[in-house]
Antibody, heavy 121, light 108 residues
């Protein structure tokens, strides 16, 4: 079945960078856009960015523009999310999600299982 | 950016009761591009409804969505024990994609 499997929880100090990976299976990796969203404790979801696994093009949310990089590895069907210069308010569960169909902005299905990133000194 | 406002706040209900959750957008959503998700503690969200009213694969027909423009509704016709969860909406008409804050449905 279609599945997104993320890397495990991570803990970082303020100012550090974190890398979260998302490995896709059950479909042709290059034909569906992947987004990243996050959910801070007690908060709603926040959209972070999108990558086209086919060509590698990306677009980022304004709040993350200068701190996030999305890349993909087609040989392993994996998308990587790097977030730099971490702050305590980056503590959140990070999700990769697939955009339904071949349109970049659509509903999300499926979701990865989520990766808790804790930023603390 | 589009703001999605959900109401009501947390609901305490009994199995068998009907639930209605509202999601209001700050601008009209093109093509009714609104989805609903269910999230249980410690789990990833699950897609329930897309295009405002289309049920996702495998979703029971007690879940329904309606609305257009700026006002949308998720209805659960008769709560089952497994339906106690948080429900939230998402718009995908405009970038950045945005989400409602969620409505918690808990057992009374």
């Amino acid at each position: 079945q279609v599945q997104l499997v993320q890397s495990g929880a991570d803990m970082k100090k303020p100012g550090a960078s974190v890398n979260v990976s998302c490995t896709a299976s059950g479909y042709v990796f290059t034909t569906y856009y992947i987004h990243w969203v996050r959910q801070a404790p007690g908060q709603g979801f926040q959209w972070m960015g999108i990558i086209n696994p086919g060509g590698g093009s990306t677009s980022y949310g304004q709040s993350f523009q200068d701190r996030i990089t999305l890349t993909r590895d087609t040989s392993t069907s994996t998308v990587h999310m790097e977030l730099r210069n971490l702050r305590s308010d980056d503590t959140a569960v990070y999700y990769c999600v697939r955009s339904f169909g071949d349109y970049p902005f659509n509903w999300f299905d499926p979701w990865g299982q989520g990766t808790l990133v804790t930023v603390s000194s | 950016e589009i703001v999605l406002t959900q109401s009501p706040g947390p609901l305490s209900l009994s199995p068998g009761e009907r639930v209605t959750v509202s999601c209001r957008a700050s601008q009209s959503l093109r093509d009714n591009n609104l989805a609903w998700y269910q999230q249980k503690p410690g789990q990833a969200p699950r897609l329930l409804i897309y295009g405002a009213s289309s049920r996702a694969t495998g979703i029971p027909d007690r879940f329904s969505g309606s609305g257009s423009g700026t006002d949308f509704t998720l209805t659960i016709s008769s709560l089952e024990p497994e339906d106690f969860a948080v429900y939230f909406c998402q718009q995908y008409s405009f970038s950045p994609l945005t989400f409602g804050r969620g409505t918690k449905v808990e057992i009374k």
